[in-house]
């Protein structure tokens, strides 16, 4: 069993930054990818950003160049660092992680971007 605890969302003006955590507990094993996702109101839920467990990060076209994620030195923290903050990058922020066939959500944290 795995858990997920995301912090770190907030209110922030356009153009401000913000950076994400996802705390990881459990049994967790070495060789998962990890993601954020995020949605919008009335929305799907999109992905992100994802992290592969060798290191290598891809992001959707929408944050590209803006926002980072990365990995915790022991490996049980995961971290989205946003900048330049749109309003189109308000919602709420997943952090997930799939293992053995296993999909783990947290619970999300709002972020909202005013203008």
């Known amino acids: 069993q795995v858990q997920l605890v995301e912090s770190g969302g907030g209110v922030v003006q356009v153009g401000g930054s913000l950076r994400l955590s996802c705390a990881v507990s459990?049994?967790?094993?070495?060789?998962?990818?990890m993601a954020w996702n995020r949605q919008a109101p009335g929305n799907q839920r999109e992905l992100v950003a994802v992290?592969?467990?060798?290191?290598?990060?891809n992001y959707a076209d929408s944050v590209k160049g803006r926002f980072t994620i990365s990995r915790g030195i022991a490996k049980n923290t995961l971290y989205l660092q946003m900048n330049s903050l749109k309003p189109e990058d308000t919602g709420v922020y997943y952090c997930?992680?799939?293992?053995?066939?296993?999909?783990?959500w947290g619970q999300g944290t709002q972020v909202t971007v005013s203008s």
């Open positions: 992290l592969s467990s060798g290191g290598n990060a």
């Open positions: 459990g049994s967790l094993f070495a060789g998962n990818d």
């Open positions: 997930h992680l799939k293992q053995f066939g296993i999909d783990y």
